[in-house]
């Protein structure tokens, strides 16, 4: 089963989707896409304290996205969050 390109949105690996020939590693597309699941995660922005209000919000995403930097992801809501989204 093939993931959907709109859950790649802001992965790190999503610029392999978007070219138009390939580049010098021969690659068109992400090298997970073909194996990529659909899950719920809890996204925390990057340097967001985790037992802040609010800091979690739960999300649609593939099994392998990841934005290094930008949000980390986590597979359950740990037992610490407060009010999460």
């Not at 949105?9 to 070219?19: L, M, Q, T, V």
């Not at 979690?56 to 999460?84: I, M, N, R």
């Amino acid at each position: 089963m093939a993931g959907d390109l709109k859950f790649c949105a802001g992965c790190r690996e999503d610029y392999y989707n978007h070219r138009p020939e390939p580049g010098f590693d021969g690659a068109t597309e992400c090298w997970s896409l073909k194996s990529a699941e659909v899950v719920t995660r809890y996204r925390i922005a990057w340097w967001t304290t985790p037992d802040t209000p609010g800091a979690f919000t739960k999300v649609t995403t593939h099994h392998c996205h990841h934005e290094p930097g930008q949000f980390g992801f986590y597979k359950e809501l740990p037992s610490f969050a407060v009010d999460p989204k």
